[in-house]
């Protein structure tokens, strides 16, 4: 690298000037990423003059670290000599997807770095685009090529493809599958088939943890690799953490494994992460959590447009945010593409007696908890209850909810006695009364 041709050069859309790293570099790596890329030279004042910029070697590796984390990119870095002086040259690649910093959106125009808000931004996203149908500068050497065909064994076998042959051409079978297009692979074709999916999206993996609490971790599983390892790998990792008991037949002497959670829904969970995960949003993994009672799935970005909360538990249209990822595991017979996947987890839970998954909005992300049977009527006994509190906590885990009138029919009781249930069974933490005071006064099942 000539430094003398560099120092020609005037600040512009692919060069820029520093004479040390400070917040803006993140901004204008984000800025450069999202236009055609560009180049950064550390060490170099606005001015043109030479004042130098060294990092040791773990100096440099922080350093990477940190534009890995903030903004999901790895940049080309390296040490330049100018005459007695250290320079950092700093080669950011036009990404194939909207890189921010810190929430925010940079472009550059000219030789600035602007954050792109409004009209311009929404424009930037090409409104009604699709992350999964994205294209960039893949080569088909980074295709899986064992994973494709353990793919295609899967849609034959589910009687849901018939296109495709293993023994085909590779570039062919993704064309017939609308992987390729205008002859560029898609981002769906490397984080359904890719080798190493994480060198172009960082964070697109699963980080599976079993912890006492918040605090105390008993175990930690980092899960990479394309779409199909991560959950076979993830299931794996699920299953090792939870406890598992034998019931045998008595007709037939075979053993039947009973889990903490139907395995159905684990899979179905752990799916819906993985398949409708908002892949625009790269700085956060998807994680799951697994607690002494209850297993925690998140994932950044809301619930697709159009699709609430309360749609979820009841037939719902299909809403999908990456529809090319949600195609091919329809092939693979792991998924339904008519929205059943929800009804169906809710179905196993309630086979195994454990109450309905709880969906929330938070953290910018969504998470789905699935929990544990923990009023079970030994437990409740073990608490101090008495029979009519055990009696309205069942009602409650298959109503959902209960009334000071309701407990009193269903006990058998007086108001008084009611009362005095109800406001004992919420000072041992068992329910929490919701709704205004009075006749709208109601009792549900108060989680962990």
């Not at 120092?7 to 055609?36: D, G, P, V």
């Not at 685009?129 to 899967?154: H, P």
């Not at 074709?189 to 999916?197: A, C, D, H, R």
Request: aromatic fraction near 10%; hydrophobic fraction near 40%; charged fraction near 25%.
């Amino acid at each position: 690298m000539d430094i003398n041709q560099v120092l020609k050069s005037t600040e512009s859309t692919h060069i820029e000037f520093k004479e040390k790293i400070n917040k803006s570099l993140f901004q204008t790596i984000s800025a450069f990423a999202n236009r055609e890329g560009g180049e950064i030279y550390i060490g170099i004042n606005d001015k043109k003059e030479v004042k130098g910029f060294k990092l040791t070697n773990e100096e440099l590796t922080i350093l990477t670290n940190r534009i890995v984390n903030k903004l999901g990119i790895h940049p080309q870095i390296e040490h330049l000599k100018f005459k007695d002086k250290d320079i950092l040259r700093i080669l950011v690649n036009k990404s194939n997807l909207p890189i921010s910093y810190e929430g925010k959106y940079y472009t550059r125009i000219g030789n600035t770095t602007r954050e792109m808000q409004g009209e311009k931004l929404k424009a930037f996203f090409i409104k009604g685009a699709n992350w999964d149908a994205l294209t960039g500068d893949f080569d088909i050497d980074e295709i899986d090529i064992d994973t494709v065909k353990k793919f295609i064994k899967m849609a034959v076998q589910s009687g849901r493809l018939s296109v495709a042959d293993e023994k085909e051409n590779i570039t062919n079978i993704l064309e017939k599958l609308k992987l390729i297009n205008n002859n560029k692979l898609t981002n769906a074709s490397i984080i359904l088939f890719g080798k190493n999916p994480q060198k172009y999206f960082t964070n697109a993996l699963v980080r599976v943890g079993r912890l006492k609490d918040e605090i105390h971790i008993i175990g930690d599983r980092r899960i990479e690799g394309n779409l199909f390892q991560q959950i076979e790998a993830a299931e794996e990792s699920i299953k090792n953490f939870l406890n598992v008991r034998y019931e045998i037949s008595g007709d037939s002497f075979t053993r039947k494994n009973i889990w903490d959670y139907p395995l159905e829904a684990i899979r179905e969970a752990l799916l819906n992460s993985v398949i409708h995960r908002d892949y625009f949003k790269h700085n956060v993994q998807t994680q799951i959590k697994i607690f002494d009672d209850s297993i925690w799935f998140f994932n950044i970005g809301g619930l697709p447009e159009g699709i609430t909360i309360e749609q979820l538990k009841a037939a719902h249209p299909s809403v999908a945010r990456n529809p090319l990822i949600v195609h091919i595991f329809y092939l693979a017979g792991l998924i339904e593409e008519y929205g059943s996947g929800i009804g169906r987890m809710i179905q196993s839970l309630k086979e195994a007696n454990l109450p309905e998954p709880e969906f929330k909005e938070e953290f910018n992300g969504f998470s789905l908890y699935i929990r544990k049977n923990i009023y079970t009527r030994e437990k409740l006994i073990a608490l101090g209850l008495n029979e009519r509190q055990i009696k309205a906590v069942m009602f409650v885990k298959e109503k959902g909810k209960i009334t000071n009138k309701e407990y009193q029919e269903h006990c058998n009781v007086s108001s008084r006695t009611a009362t005095r249930d109800l406001s004992a069974l919420v000072h041992k933490g068992v329910f929490m009364q919701i709704g205004v005071t009075g006749k709208g006064t109601a009792y549900i099942i108060k989680t962990p």
